[in-house]
Structures are given as C-alpha cells and as structure tokens.
Nanobody
Framework: QFRLVESGGGTVQPGGSLKLSCGGS????????KGWFRQAPGKEREAVAC????????RYADSVKGRFLIYRDNAKNEVYLQMNNLGPEDSGLYYC?????????????????????WGQGTQVTVSS
C-alpha cells in the first residue's frame, strides 16, 4: 500500500515563505502525477497545484499563481511546494496527493477526484 508523508508546515508571518515536502513510501510513486491540496477550517478542500510525472506540465490555482511553485525530484521520490509571499488566506491543512495509477501523460487539470493516494496533511498557519 502506498503512503505519502508531508513535512515542512509551520507558522509564518504574512509575506513569509515555507517549503513543503512530500515523500512516498514506494519508489513506484515517482511514476504518478502528484499534487498539493489544502483545507481551511469551515471550508472545502481546494486544489493548490499539480504536476505531471515528468514535471513537464503543472497546474496552479489562480490564487497562488506567481507565488507558489510545485516541483519534484523523482530520484528522491519527493514532491515539493515552495510557497512565497504567504498571506492569512493561505492558512490551512496542506495535503500531498498522488494518482492511484501510474501515468506519464501530461496533466490539464488539478482535481481532487483524480487523486487516490493521500497524505495525512501538514498545517500551515500564516499569522502576525
């Protein structure tokens, strides 16, 4: 059974930066598209960013474009989310996710329904 484990969350002041990391339990996960999602208290889970297996395509939520960067290191079986210029609206529980199946295709969407493997989440709090 595949597992994902997130790390790197914490508390940061507005305008600050954080880098989230997500490691997979199996090297096979390097062949799965991955993504980051977040959920704030009282709100629905929303997509943040997704990346194809080869990293040749990525999709971002409009609210994070230009501030967040998703990238991956398949040799290390890791995916990252670099978050810059954070604001209070970015606070929430951030989840790493992977497609349930191997896929080398480009991605054109970033939908939670496409992802079948989920981590436990890491908390990000942006507060002064």
């Amino acid at each position: 059974q595949f597992r994902l484990v997130e790390s790197g969350g914490g508390t940061v002041q507005p305008g600050g930066s954080l880098k989230l990391s997500c490691g997979g339990s199996s090297q096979m996960l390097q062949f799965h598209p991955k993504g980051w999602f977040r959920q704030a208290p009282g709100k629905e889970r929303e997509a943040v960013a997704c990346i194809s297996t080869s990293a040749s395509s990525a999709r971002y939520a409009d609210s994070v474009k230009g501030r967040f960067l998703i990238y991956r290191d398949n040799a290390k079986n890791e995916v990252y989310l670099q978050m810059n210029n954070l604001g209070p609206e970015d606070s929430g529980l951030y989840y790493c996710a992977a497609y349930a199946q191997y896929s080398m295709a480009e991605i054109s969407t970033c939908l939670a329904a496409d992802f079948g493997i989920w981590g436990q989440g890491t908390q990000v709090t942006v507060s002064s």
